[in-house]
Nanobody, 123 residues
């Protein structure tokens, strides 16, 4: 079993930055893939970024490429999503997810999810 706890969301203005954190605990996850997704009431859950725990296979959705950076700190067992130049359309609940094996942009392929953290960007 893997437990994920997100933090770092909040209310910011357009152009600001936020860093989301996802603390990971539980069974050995050295071979896991980690993803960030986001969801609004109007849309289905949307892929944002993924990374292997080893640090490889970093990939971003086109909508965030060049503005968001996913990373992980092995010692702290934490995955981060650095979000810069935030836009109102980035407003959503952001979720951290984990799955054994390869990375994926498909939310249904992830086995473990955090509770989500709200990010609101005002214009």
């Amino acid at each position: 079993q893997v437990q994920l706890v997100e933090s770092g969301g909040g209310l910011v203005q357009a152009g600001d930055s936020l860093r989301l954190s996802c603390a990971v605990s539980g069974r050995t996850f050295s071979s896991y893939a980690m993803g960030w997704f986001r969801q609004t009431p109007e849309k289905a859950r949307e892929f944002v970024a993924h990374i292997r725990w080893s640090g490889i296979n970093v990939y971003y959705a086109d909508s965030v490429k060049g503005r968001f950076t996913i990373s992980r700190d092995i010692a702290k067992k934490t995955v981060y999503l650095q979000m810069n130049t935030l836009k109102p359309e980035d407003t959503a609940v952001y979720y951290c997810a984990a799955r054994p094996g390869h990375t994926s942009v498909v939310s249904d392929e992830y086995d473990y999810w955090g509770q989500g953290t709200q990010v609101t960007v005002s214009s």
